[in-house]
Nanobody, 123 residues
């Protein structure tokens, strides 16, 4: 069983930066592919960024490429999302998610989810 807890959300102005953290409990963190998703009011949840269990490969939605960076520290059971050059369109609840690693990375069918953290970007 894996528990995920996000933190670091808040209110920032457009162009600003924010760093989200996701702390995981359990003994199998290093065997999980991890991802960040977001959901804006009235919209479907969408994939933002992902990272393989090893940390050797990362994946990004086109809308955040060049602005967001996902990373992980397996020794600390923590995943991070560094968000730079934030835009009002980035406003959403951001969720951390985990998926038992398979040969190919996927942006769907995740097994574990955090409670979400609100990110609001004002113009």
């Amino acid at each position: 069983q894996v528990q995920l807890v996000e933190s670091g959300g808040g209110l920032v102005q457009a162009g600003g930066s924010l760093r989200l953290s996701c702390a995981a409990s359990g003994r199998t963190f290093s065997s999980l592919d991890m991802g960040w998703f977001r959901q804006a009011p009235g919209k479907e949840r969408e994939f933002v960024a992902g990272i393989r269990w090893s940390g050797r490969s990362t994946y990004y939605a086109d809308s955040v490429k060049g602005r967001f960076t996902i990373s992980r520290d397996n020794a600390k059971n923590t995943v991070y999302l560094q968000m730079n050059s934030l835009k009002p369109e980035d406003t959403a609840v951001y969720y951390c998610a985990g998926r038992h690693a398979r040969p190919v990375f996927s942006d769907n069918d995740y097994d574990y989810w955090g409670q979400g953290t609100q990110v609001t970007v004002s113009s």
